[in-house]
């Protein structure tokens, strides 16, 4: 039902920054909570950040929390992640994810039931 595309993601040094954007398309419910993903190589996917697109509350992971800010465009259908003072350890796949308010699983996977491809980001020391 609900499609979304990830785009924005390439390569940066440390202490730079990145937009990634999530465009999404296709859901019938006024209020959509958005979340922003990421998984590296062997390791589970984490939550990054969310946001209830349609009422605008959001939410941070601890990790990112002062560099990350999510972010809505009503008119376009289109969340975006603004990343800032990038660290090494941010360099993974992300991804954004869509579904209903989903009663405080804002950070978990199981919490989502529509999914992007992913972008990837690498951030080198």
């Known amino acids: 039902q609900v499609q979304l595309v990830e785009s924005g993601g390439g390569s940066a040094q440390a202490g730079g920054s990145l937009r990634l954007s999530c465009a999404f398309s296709?859901?019938?419910?006024?209020?959509?909570?958005i979340g922003w993903f990421r998984q590296a190589p062997g390791k589970e996917r984490e939550g990054v950040a969310a946001?209830?697109?349609?009422?605008?509350?959001?939410y941070y992971a601890d990790s990112v929390k002062g560099r990350f800010t999510i972010s809505q465009d009503n008119g376009k259908n289109t969340v975006y992640l603004q990343m800032n003072s990038l660290k090494p350890e941010d360099t993974a796949t992300y991804y954004c994810?869509?579904?209903?308010?989903?009663?405080?699983?804002?950070?978990?996977?199981?919490?989502?039931?529509?999914w992007g491809q992913g972008t990837q980001v690498t951030v080198s020391s």
């Open positions: 994810a869509a579904d209903r308010p989903n009663g405080g699983r804002w950070s978990e996977v199981q919490g989502y039931n529509y």
């Open positions: 296709g859901h019938t419910y006024s209020t959509v909570c």
């Open positions: 946001i209830l697109y349609g009422g605008g509350d959001t």
